[in-house]
């Protein structure tokens, strides 16, 4: 079947260790966009942090940020819709941060909101990202519905965040979609946002069915737009967890990954 899409995850998957896109990978992707297949990058990153890397593929249509919650035509910036969390939810969320001291992320009309930005956490998050959050009291906001949030741990106390699993899981149940898009962030959005669901949703509006389509990730946050589409692409880097739940895999995201595989198996296919 001729391939239509390639949905791309960022972090880990096509961006390098340094935040960039490889000059192979992006000739690969641009040849086969020349050829008419459809490039969405769906990210669990900001539409802000991800809009600089679709201008540089220059593929056209829309980009998923902020793990599905919010889709926009990067080229005017037009959103085409969002999903926010609940604000009751978010109140239960902001508790949660507070009993346990661990930081939180709220994410509100393109706004990267923390409560002290000085935390460590906060300024690893920051530089990774190049990114400059606003420092708010998380008790003064009018409206608490919020795209995406997300809970920062440390590489030095990774079981942090598992404390965090477990209470957000007795306080919020089934009502939330959660998941870790590195070891160190905790993302809770909207139960009905996941890369996968929204992924789905974007196909259809081309025409594209996702037995048309390829996808690459390589955290958790991933595998259920992995598993959305036939041909599910764990990174070399990826998680054992990712690497179980799909049939490919291809080589590390510092090695061309992305490239060598749509080579292998599509470029000369169309």
Known sequence: MKLKAIALDL????LTSDKKISETNREVLKELNRRGV????????????????ALDLDAGGVVIAYNGAKVVD??????????PLDADHVKELIKISKRL????????????????????EVIRYGSERNMIPIERDFYDFDDYK???????????????????????????????????STDILYEVLNKEVNKGLVLKRVLKTYGISPEECVAFGDATNDIEMLRAVKYGVAMGNATREVKASVDYVTDTNDNNGVAKFLKKYFFDRD
């Open 74 to 83: 990067y080229e005017n910036d037009r959103v085409i819709f969002e999903l």
């Open 38 to 53: 459809k490039i969405f990058l769906v990210t669990g990153r900001t539409y802000l942090a991800t809009k600089p890397y």
């Open 146 to 180: 919020m795209t995406k949030t997300v809970f920062l741990g440390t590489d030095e106390e990774p079981e942090t965040l598992e404390r965090v699993h477990r209470e957000v899981k007795k306080v919020l149940g089934n009502n939330v979609y959660t998941a870790k």
């Open 11 to 14: 972090d880990g998957t096509l």
């Open 101 to 120: 001291g661990v930081p939180l992320n709220l994410y509100q009309n393109n706004e990267w909101y923390v409560e002290d930005s000085s935390r460590k």
